[in-house]
């Protein structure tokens, strides 16, 4: 669950954060740095608010904007879109976390 909402709200509040600062139809360098501490400040809140550790979310969201968020906004979709993709993608990221985390635990 928290993989799906790091993902949810990265892809809320980048795309958001996109339609915001390229008012003017020119995304330069300076706001695409910006932007990439979106998904840090998502992956911090959902971890005040579930009991997966901060690096997880912090990874899951990172990966998130680099597998379907970019290309979906290259792709020219809009901010439901985003949203939409960025769940989907925090949740198959968050799999692996999920399917390691069960074998350490059976294990011990």
Do not use: C
Request: a positive charge.
């Amino acid at each position: 669950m928290g993989g799906t909402l790091t993902g949810l709200g990265s892809g809320l509040i980048w795309s958001t954060f996109i339609n915001l600062v390229s008012r003017d139809q020119l995304f330069n360098g300076q706001e695409f740095m910006v932007s990439l501490t979106v998904p840090f400040l998502v992956g911090l809140v959902v971890w005040k608010s579930v009991s997966i550790q901060k690096w997880v979310l912090i990874l899951i969201g990172y990966l998130t904007l680099a597998v379907p968020l970019l290309g979906i906004g290259i792709g020219g979709a809009n901010t439901l879109q985003m949203t939409f993709g960025g769940a989907i993608g925090g949740l198959v990221w968050a799999i692996p976390f999920a399917l390691y985390n069960h074998v350490i635990n059976r294990g011990a």
